[in-house]
């Protein structure tokens, strides 16, 4: 994006007063940036104006204790650049957000000068690196983590969360030979990073261990 041009933001958190604070922020910021959507849920960055937004402000936990790192998937495979923007301040959630494709992690008691910058380098394709972040990337001391797609960790969570392969099919739309297909596919990943799992107890905790999915969401 040229540096001429006004950069417009979209801001998800079901937080008003965290709403209100990044659009003052913005207003404030020299040039101004443009707080064109703000609400609760991820629908706002794909309806209206919230769909054009050059950048997502995106708090991690929208409803509930559980991380919504599905929604991050969703904004990051439509396309978008997603800053995360969280009360937390662990490693494993930062790292996490940016295996799924998010541009940057920033904690919330990093206050207004690193977001504004972070909102100006997603909308110009630059690299940030917040303080947190940083840390969290130069202590990042994870076992071997399978690289899996999208389809792949959706229909391991759901496999997770359903009592049978026939369920995960139907709600995802699939065969059970598909969703066997995916399943095993995850299990020769973790098999090929010394991390096998060969159950469906196994499985859970690997994708507990790697934050693909909390304790609270089974």
């Known amino acids: 994006m040229a540096r001429h041009e006004a ?26 940036i443009g707080v064109v959507a703000a609400g609760p849920d ?8 919230g769909r054009d937004a050059d950048v997502v402000v995106f ?11 599905a929604a991050l998937r969703g904004l990051v495979d439509d396309g978008r650049q997603v800053i995360v923007y969280s009360m937390r301040d662990d490693a494993e959630a930062a790292l996490t957000c940016l295996d799924i494709g998010a541009f940057t ?25 917040p303080p947190a972040l940083s840390g969290a990337i130069g202590t990042d001391s994870r076992p071997g983590r399978p ?10 969570v759901e496999w997770f969360r359903c009592e049978s392969k026939e369920m995960v099919a139907r709600k995802l739309g699939l065969s059970v030979r598909t969703v066997n297909t995916y399943l095993e596919r995850v ?8 991390r096998p799992a060969s159950t469906k107890a196994a ?14 969401e089974l």
């Open 105 to 129: 992690y920033l904690t919330k008691a990093e206050g207004d000068v690193h977001l504004v910058a972070a909102i100006r380098a997603a909308a110009e394709n630059r690299p940030y690196t």
């Open 7 to 32: 950069t417009s933001v979209t801001v998800i958190d079901d937080h008003p007063v965290i709403v209100a604070g990044v659009r003052s922020w913005c207003d404030d910021a020299d040039p101004p």
């Open 42 to 49: 991820v629908d706002v960055a794909r309806t209206g104006k």
């Open 59 to 69: 708090d991690l936990h929208l409803t509930g204790s559980a991380p919504a790192f």
């Open 187 to 194: 299990r020769i990943k973790y098999a090929n990073v010394g």
């Open 203 to 216: 499985l859970v905790a690997r994708a507990i261990q790697d934050g693909l999915v909390a304790v609270d």
């Open 147 to 156: 690289q899996l797609s999208l389809r792949e960790s959706d229909v391991l």
